[in-house]
Nanobody, 124 residues
Framework: QVQLVESGGGLVQVGGSLRLSCAAS????????MGWFRQAPGKEREFVAQ????????YYADSVKGRFTISRDNAKNTVYLQLNSLKPEDTAVYYC?????????????????WGQGTQVTVSS
């Protein structure tokens, strides 16, 4: 079992920034890859970013590349998502998840444990 708890969401204006955190427990955190997804109202959950177990490799959706940064601190069992230059279309619930795969894993079905999500709202 793995428990994931996201935090850091909120209301921000266009062009603003937020940093999301995902605290993990219940599994050897440093051995697993992590991902961030988001789901807007009426839309399917979509891939945002992934980071491998040691943080050396990252992968992003084209829609966030250059604006979002995924990172992790294995000493704190936490993965982060820095959101910069936010747009109204970034409004969604953001979820972190674990995966046993290592690279370019974008399908929700390839992730096994999920957090409860944190709401990000970008106002124009």
């Amino acid at each position: 079992q793995v428990q994931l708890v996201e935090s850091g969401g909120g209301l921000v204006q266009v062009g603003g920034s937020l940093r999301l955190s995902c605290a993990a427990s219940g599994r050897t955190f440093s051995s697993i890859a992590m991902g961030w997804f988001r789901q807007a109202p009426g839309k399917e959950r979509e891939f945002v970013a992934q980071i491998n177990n040691n943080g050396a490799s990252t992968y992003y959706a084209d829609s966030v590349k250059g604006r979002f940064t995924i990172s992790r601190d294995n000493a704190k069992n936490t993965v982060y998502l820095q959101l910069n230059s936010l747009k109204p279309e970034d409004t969604a619930v953001y979820y972190c998840a674990t995966t046993v795969y290592t690279w370019k894993v974008v399908a929700t079905t390839d992730y096994d444990y999920w957090g409860q999500g944190t709401q990000v709202t970008v106002s124009s």
